[in-house]
């Protein structure tokens, strides 16, 4: 089947959106061409039995027509209608996930029906969720646009109602959504620029006018608005001298409210931590470490990864990373059992096997860890280079020198092909690689040079790998 937007869009679906999909199909309020029922039904015997983009359209025109001679305008039509159902599908699909917004459509339908009672009925039930939310995104700003421009239309039609309550909670509100929705997308932005941040200027319209706003009303903000008080601070987090007084600013104020936020909410204000603490510690500030670590307890305390649909990767592997460096190896454990059920199938095996490499490495239990990455795959970069960074320090606890020094060269020439995509990470695995060598060299000279290579380490506080190699460093001054 060569209708390549039709058959991507069938593909994305999972089993179960795919038998609910059919449910939309039959049902005579969304379809009454009986024929596109009997394509879904074709399509759905054949998705998994055979690669639908090999389905050939005679056989296709076949199932729905027949004994008719084939007729590609015909058959072109139905594909087209097909594909404008599975786009419905879709949207249904995400308006079942608002039903926050649901009730604001209902009243906005209301507004303009004789049904008095249905209305303010609506109208109390919308108001008391505004009330319970804390958490105000731009979102809950949004339906609160919504709800005002209908109570206008609804009351507006008596000329001797006064409305000005609703006109400024109105104004309010769109003041409001602006505040945070620009704030989101500043942070987001910027969040993509982490790597230069000491020298990207930022260029968006009235970035400066927010957040001077935001600071001559903050302590009110703190009290009425955490979105916009967190993205404020994520914002200083990023672009300030003083970033490290706004992280843990963030950080207290989130731990001492986490029992507050919803599931979304605390995705907004979890991965800038994480990601900035990270950041902070890729450029040798190892104190950062401890602060991730409380960040992980206290949300994993508050249910946040049972809550998660799917934990991503890399965030998985971090935790795991970070939990080790601070030989927290049993909560890493339990924590990697717990939760590995979270991953996305695709990548799956290839994390738990890395995880668990990691945590076999930390116990000293080299074969078995050894065994685990070979069945790594390389997704992505992150994978290839924390397999290899670990595989290069079991060669070198086990003695392996041949095989360490083969597999420096094969990384270095890796590196080298990547060294625009890796940004910041390329200088750091480079030493890493630079100070292990060093390290080999060093291995069978005086004493001297084992300290000249202890006082470069300390040096250099940004290098990958760097608590192994000066736990190394202090041996071998031990042995000589």
């Not at 990270?278 to 602060?291: D, M, P, Q, R, S």
């Amino acid at each position: 089947m060569k209708n390549l937007k039709l058959t991507e869009l069938l593909l994305s679906l999972t089993p179960s959106e795919l038998k609910r999909f059919g449910d939309l199909v039959r049902s005579p309020f969304y379809n009454k061409n009986k024929k596109q029922i009997t394509l879904f039904e074709y399509i759905e015997r054949n998705i998994n039995s055979s690669d639908i983009k090999s389905l050939k359209k005679e056989d296709i025109f076949k199932a729905i027509y027949p004994g008719e001679k084939f007729n590609d305008s015909k058959l072109r039509s139905q594909l087209s209608d097909f594909k404008k159902l599975c786009e419905k599908f879709l949207i249904v699909t995400e308006y079942e996930k608002r039903p926050e917004d649901q009730k604001v459509y209902l009243q906005t339908s209301l507004s303009s029906r004789s049904a008095g009672k249905n209305f303010d009925a609506v109208s109390n039930e919308i108001g008391i969720g505004f009330g319970e939310n804390y958490y105000k995104g731009f979102e809950h700003y949004l339906r609160m646009i919504g709800f005002e421009k209908a109570m206008i239309l609804k009351k507006g039609t008596n000329v001797e109602v006064n409305l000005d309550k609703h006109y400024y909670k109105l104004s309010d509100a769109i003041d409001h959504y602006f505040l945070s929705s620009k704030l989101d997308l500043i942070n987001s932005f910027l969040s993509r620029k982490y790597h230069v941040l000491g020298s990207f200027k930022l260029d968006l319209k009235f970035t400066d006018e927010i957040v001077k706003f935001i600071e001559a009303n903050l302590n009110e903000l703190k009290k009425t608005d955490p979105f916009i008080y967190c993205e404020y601070l994520i914002y200083k987090m990023m672009t300030d001298t003083e970033s490290d007084k706004y992280f843990n600013v963030l950080q207290s104020y989130v731990i001492k409210n986490i029992s507050k936020y919803d599931h979304a909410s605390l995705e907004q204000v979890y991965f800038p931590m994480i990601n900035f603490g990270f950041n902070k510690v890729a450029l040798g500030e190892i104190e950062y470490l401890e602060k991730i670590f409380q960040i992980y307890r206290s949300f994993e305390k508050r249910g946040f990864y049972s809550d998660m649909e799917y934990i991503q990767d890399i965030d998985f592997i971090s935790i795991g990373i970070a939990g080790l460096r601070l030989n927290k190896v049993q909560w890493t454990e339990d924590f990697s059992v717990k939760y590995e059920s979270k991953l996305k199938s695709s990548y799956k095996e290839s994390t738990v096997n890395l995880v668990h490499s990691l945590v076999c490495f930390k116990k000293k239990k080299y074969d078995e860890a050894i065994s685990l990455l070979n069945k790594v795959n390389y997704e992505n970069s992150y994978y290839y280079l924390k397999s290899r960074e670990t595989l290069l320090q079991i060669y070198y606890e086990q003695k392996e020198f041949v095989a360490l020094e083969s597999l420096m060269d094969s990384v270095r020439h890796y590196l080298k092909r990547r060294r625009e995509v890796l940004s910041i990470h390329y200088e750091r695995y480079i030493m890493f690689m630079k100070f292990l060598g060093m390290l080999l060299k060093v291995a069978e000279e005086d004493k001297s040079k084992i300290h000249m290579l202890k006082k470069e380490l300390k040096k250099n506080i940004n290098v990958i790998g760097r608590d192994w190699l000066m736990e190394k460093v202090i041996e071998l001054g031990i042995k000589n």
